[in-house]
């Protein structure tokens, strides 16, 4: 099985910025949808962004729109979360995996790897 493995995560403090990368081996990203999603405690999974291999179009969840940019490196295969402005509750496991259908349901993804932890300060 194709396994998308996220990185890039850390402790940083309300306010302050970090990237994540997404990687896979398995796949060439320019011909699927690649999307970031993150689980805080005691929450259910949800979709932050998405992007359309072939293209480069985006879609952001109202939580993150101005403050969250993703892209694609589609020589590198790799796909980009810069994370601006981060605020507390941003705070989480967050995961990237692929999709056929341009959409950040979380049922029409697969490829989970193990996540990268997001740890915002106040």
């Known amino acids: 099985d194709v396994q998308l493995q996220a990185s890039g995560g850390g402790l940083v403090q309300a306010g302050g910025s970090l990237r994540l990368s997404c990687a896979t081996s398995?796949?060439?990203?320019?011909?699927?949808?690649i999307g970031w999603f993150r689980q805080a405690p005691g929450k259910e999974r949800e979709g932050v962004s998405c992007?359309?291999?072939?293209?480069?179009?985006?879609y952001y969840a109202d939580s993150v729109k101005g403050r969250f940019t993703i892209s694609i490196d589609n020589a590198k295969n790799l796909v980009f979360l810069q994370m601006d402005s981060l605020r507390p509750e941003d705070t989480a496991v967050y995961y990237c995996?692929?999709?056929?259908?341009?959409?950040?349901?979380?049922?029409?993804?697969?490829?989970w790897g193990q996540g990268t932890q997001v740890t915002v300060s106040s």
């Open positions: 995996a692929t999709s056929d259908f341009n959409t950040v349901r979380t049922r029409m993804y697969s490829g």
């Open positions: 398995g796949l060439r990203f320019d011909t699927y949808h």
């Open positions: 992007i359309r291999g072939s293209d480069g179009r985006t």
